[in-house]
Nanobody
Framework: QVQLVESGGGLVQPGGSLRLSCQFS????????IGWFRQSPGKGREGVAT????????AYKHSVKDRFTISRDNAKNAVYLQMDGLTVEDTGVYYC???????????????????WGQGTQVTVSS
């Protein structure tokens, strides 16, 4: 069983930054893919950034690629999402998720992940 807890959300002005943290516990193996997803008002849940292949590879949603950075610290059982240059379109609930299969076949797709945190709210507004 895997447990994930997100933190670091909040209210920020456009152009600002936030750093989200995902603390995981339980039977975590280094090859697990850990991803960040978000659900904006009126939209479905979408993949934002993922660390997979034991942390050797990353994947990003196109619209955040030059602004968000995912990082992973297996020793601390944590994954982080540094978000810079935030826009109102980045508003939403951000979730981290774990894929416990040995090979992640779809880094940014929700169907590939089997454990989810409760989410943390990010609001970008002036």
């Amino acid at each position: 069983q895997v447990q994930l807890v997100e933190s670091g959300g909040g209210l920020v002005q456009p152009g600002g930054s936030l750093r989200l943290s995902c603390q995981f516990s339980g039977s975590i193996l280094e090859y697990y893919a850990i991803g960040w997803f978000r659900q904006s008002p009126g939209k479905g849940r979408e993949g934002v950034a993922t660390s997979y292949n034991g942390g050797k590879e990353t994947a990003y949603k196109h619209s955040v690629k030059d602004r968000f950075t995912i990082s992973r610290d297996n020793a601390k059982n944590a994954v982080y999402l540094q978000m810079d240059g935030l826009t109102v379109e980045d508003t939403g609930v951000y979730y981290c998720a774990a894929d416990t299969l040995p090979v992640n076949i779809a880094p940014l797709e929700t169907f590939a992940y089997d454990f989810w945190g409760q989410g943390t709210q990010v609001t970008v507004s002036s």
